[in-house]
């Protein structure tokens, strides 16, 4: 339908369920820029692309052999892209329905795009984190997780840590040669040995190690307490365990063990704090693959965005890989996913903490968070309106199918549309109009719309609807005769020639006019059945004719 007779008085989003779409098991969908095609990728690994118009399949590619996690539309509608939890990657051909290239990883790929002006891709592989690839040459860079800040701070604790475990192996082998000499020694002065570094970022390691004025020498038990007062926290992993603690277990057994036993058991206790004492302190051990990362380009598509578990957000460079923004999320939340608004001013983040933050990409900046202050709902997928006026966002709850819509400007609930008992997938705006596609666990794509009312003004302005019939009343000049002057005119205003082969461009879309798009899929028609041959003709008509034939007694003769 032309948008110019649509009523300009209706609704900006979705009220009720219209129409349903039923073939393969649906997982996620797509709208091509322009919205007149709607892919969707199955669960069986199927891709069916529907003509969104006359809502018939124009096209069904066999694609994966596992679920399809993400489909991509490029910029002029001819390529589309789909990734798979069979750990691969496709690049199609629309039109002639063949695989272009193909790419395989070690691990599922969570989700796919591809860039908006170039021949690259972006993949977020499970355990493996966002990867951008060439399309054409096959090449791959995984995008860092660590800013050149925080290597610094990293590589300056690291040698600080360093340097603190070298002064403890040296305090440990003095309180060592002084525990050998027993009671030859008892009355010999105090040492002490302390170091102290400090790294550029401003963090202080350091550590002490002390023994007393006057130590014990008739009684071997008492030996610890000096040793006690040499406490240097370790840390590895979750643990935490103290020097204090170690001199306590060898103190233990110095009555059973003897005196030689005692040293060696106290050497390989300082080697051991010596080594564990690398990773204290300020120094960060190096980081856990990550379980998912999500990520998307920019509108441009010059930078990356990725959302890590640990609640980060950076920015990458794609000529460089290089991350030049980060800033975090409100709790440390992990990031499920990520969806850029299309005039790429706004980032909508769903994190586990059961809410989704509008980011203004310009400030950085959170404008509104929309959460279910009721329920507290998980959210499965959000996304916005092709206007970034409204946010919508799909409840995770297995038996419903819920969409709710905010105002994003004003952080408002304006409707929640319900639909029936099962839950949601995926779900996408339409590029062009107030029409949601949402993927259930039921394997059907819903198509949600708005009810219009039938404008028959639009087509004639003098046109008057009425509800009810009523007695015609005739005007006086309805039937004289037109002038020829009036008549002349009416025909020359009738031979105005209207382009219909030319497509307007759309007010929504980001594509040039230069680019060669394709919208819609031509039909393939189907290929007659072949025609059967002579004799096969005759046979079927002499085994019809015998069929239909019916014997009957001969009559008595008369």
Not at 31 to 58: E, M, S, Y
Not at 341 to 349: D, F, P
Not at 428 to 444: K, L, M, Q
Request: proline fraction near 5%.
């Amino acid at each position: 339908m032309n948008r110019e007779l649509l009523n300009p008085f209706r609704s900006d989003y979705p009220e009720a369920i219209e129409n349903f779409l039923s073939e393969g098991h649906a997982t996620t969908c797509a709208f091509n820029p322009r919205g007149t095609l709607l892919a969707v990728g199955c669960h069986d690994g199927a891709i069916v692309i529907w003509d969104f118009d006359t809502r018939t399949v124009a096209r069904s590619l066999v694609a994966h052999t596992n679920p399809v996690s993400m489909l991509s539309w490029s910029r002029n509608g001819r390529r589309l892209l789909s990734s798979s939890i069979d750990r691969s990657l496709s690049l199609w051909d629309v039109l002639s329905g063949k695989v272009l290239n193909s790419f395989t990883f070690e691990a599922p790929v969570q989700s796919s795009q591809l860039h908006p002006r170039s021949t690259y891709a972006l993949a977020s592989v499970y355990m493996g984190g966002a990867v951008l690839i060439h399309l054409e040459s096959g090449e791959r860079h995984v995008l860092s997780t660590v800013t050149d800040s925080s290597a610094a701070s990293s590589s300056s604790s690291l040698s600080a840590s360093s340097a603190s475990s070298s002064c403890s192996s040296s305090s440990s082998s003095t309180t060592t040669s002084s525990s050998t000499t027993t009671t030859a020694a008892a009355s010999s002065s105090s040492s002490s040995s302390s170091c102290s570094s400090s790294s550029s970022s401003g963090s202080n390691t350091s550590c002490t190690a002390s023994s007393s004025s006057s130590m014990d020498t008739t009684s071997d038990e008492q030996r610890p307490s000096s040793n006690a007062r040499r406490v240097i926290e370790i840390r590895k992993g979750k643990r935490a365990m103290s020097v204090e603690s170690a001199t306590r277990s060898v103190a233990n057994a110095d009555e059973a063990d003897g005196s030689e036993a005692v040293a060696s058991k106290r050497k390989r206790i300082s080697s051991r704090t010596s080594s564990s004492l690398r990773l204290s302190g300020n120094a960060q051990a190096p980081p856990e693959p990550t379980n998912l990362v999500a990520a998307c380009f920019d509108k441009r598509g010059e930078h990356v965005y990725t959302g890590h578990p640990d609640g980060r957000l950076l920015m990458h460079d794609v000529r460089t890989h290089a991350v030049v923004r980060e800033f975090s999320v409100y709790n440390s939340s992990p990031v499920r996913s990520l969806v850029l608004s299309r005039q790429g001013k706004h980032l909508l983040v769903n994190t586990t903490d059961k809410a989704l933050r509008v980011y203004n990409l310009d400030t950085l900046e959170v404008e509104h968070e929309f959460k279910d202050r009721v329920s507290g709902l998980q959210w499965r997928w959000g996304t916005f309106s092709p206007d970034a006026e409204y946010v919508i966002a799909g409840s995770a709850q297995k038996a419903e199918h819920n969409i709710y819509v905010w105002s994003r400007a004003y952080g408002q609930l304006k409707v929640i549309l319900e639909g029936p008992k099962e839950g949601i997938l995926f779900l996408n705006w339409h590029p062009t109009r107030p029409v949601i596609a949402s993927c259930s666990t039921s394997g059907v794509v819903y198509i949600w719309g708005s009810n219009q009312a039938e404008n028959w003004s639009a087509y004639a302005p003098d046109f008057k609807e009425l509800e009810e019939n009523i007695m015609y009343k005739e005007r006086e000049d309805e039937f004289d005769l037109i002038e020829e002057e009036v008549l002349k005119a009416k025909e020359e205003a009738q031979d105005i020639e209207v382009d219909v082969v030319t497509i307007d461009k759309d007010l929504g879309s980001d594509s040039s006019d230069d680019e060669d798009h394709l919208w819609f899929l031509p039909t393939i028609p189907q290929p007659d059945p072949p025609p059967m041959e002579s004799a096969e003709r005759e046979l079927k008509y002499s085994s019809s004719a015998s069929s239909s034939v019916i014997t009957t007694a001969p009559s008595p003769p008369l």
